[in-house]
């Protein structure tokens, strides 16, 4: 069975503080994906990113990074300078492909990180 | 780019109506949609896969006869909570899958019974 824990429930910073959102996931299988959403209020996920477990490297984009760690199974969020428009619920996912390879299938989503910046 | 609307977007029902939401996908043709509920400031929970043309295939614990799910099309698919009860009450996510692998959330339905 394949599971995702967020072991953060909520964080709280202040604005240009720098936060790391923790991801730590359970799967039995070799080829996999790992996704982090973003839910603003409104309630509409945002996707952020997808990574496949053949690539480790870690990726930047903009005040955004993550890192990629098989040997620990953890695929962590970073967001550098952190701003109010960052305040949301983020989560880490996991899927291992859907039927025929073109696609991702379930996804098993974390229990989500509450993330809040204040002014 | 592809877009995928829920109608509607709230809804507010009585205990005992059947309540039904549509998800479409406006730009691409979705192969395999997921149904999630989201309980407050709770996780994503799989309700149900559907493949276009195919039953549902339910996860365990999702009762089949009270959330009924049609995806007669590559463009439609419905969910709908029969006899909805307080308990029902929860905010419902479409994700479209395509062919390809392209996937795309619903923007939600938030669902009150009274």
């Known amino acids: 069975a394949q599971k995702v824990t967020q072991a953060q429930t909520e964080i709280s910073v202040v604005e240009k503080e720098d936060v790391t959102l923790d991801c730590v996931y359970e799967?039995?299988?070799?080829?996999?994906?790992l996704f982090w959403y973003k839910q603003p209020p409104s309630g509409e996920l945002v996707f952020l990113i997808r990574?496949?477990?053949?690539?480790?490297q870690n990726e930047i984009s903009g005040r955004y990074s993550w890192n990629f760690q098989k040997s620990t199974s953890s695929f962590n969020f970073t967001i550098t300078a952190s701003q109010v428009v960052d305040s949301a619920v983020y989560f880490c996912?996991?899927?291992?492909?859907?039927?025929?390879?073109?696609?991702?299938?379930?996804?098993?989503f974390g229990q989500g990180t509450i993330l809040t910046v204040h002014p | 780019g592809a877009v995928v609307s829920q109608h509607p977007s709230r809804v507010i029902c009585k205990s005992g109506t059947s309540v039904k939401i549509e998800c479409r996908s406006l730009d691409f043709q979705a192969t395999t949609m997921f149904w999630y509920r989201q309980f407050p400031k709770k996780s994503l929970m799989l309700m149900a896969t559907?493949?276009?043309?195919?039953?549902?295939?339910?996860e365990q614990g999702v009762e089949k006869d009270k959330f009924l799910i049609n995806h007669a099309s590559l463009t439609l698919s419905t969910l709908t909570v029969t006899s909805a009860h307080p308990e029902d009450s929860s905010f419902y996510i479409c994700?479209?899958?395509?062919?390809?692998?392209?996937?795309?959330f619903g923007p939600g339905t938030r669902l009150t019974v009274l």
């Open positions: 559907s493949n276009e043309g195919s039953k549902a295939t339910y």
């Open positions: 994700r479209s899958e395509g062919s390809m692998g392209e996937q795309f």
């Open positions: 990574r496949n477990s053949f690539d480790e």
């Open positions: 996912a996991l899927s291992s492909g859907g039927a025929g390879g073109t696609s991702y299938g379930k996804l098993t």
């Open positions: 799967t039995r299988d070799t080829t996999y994906y």
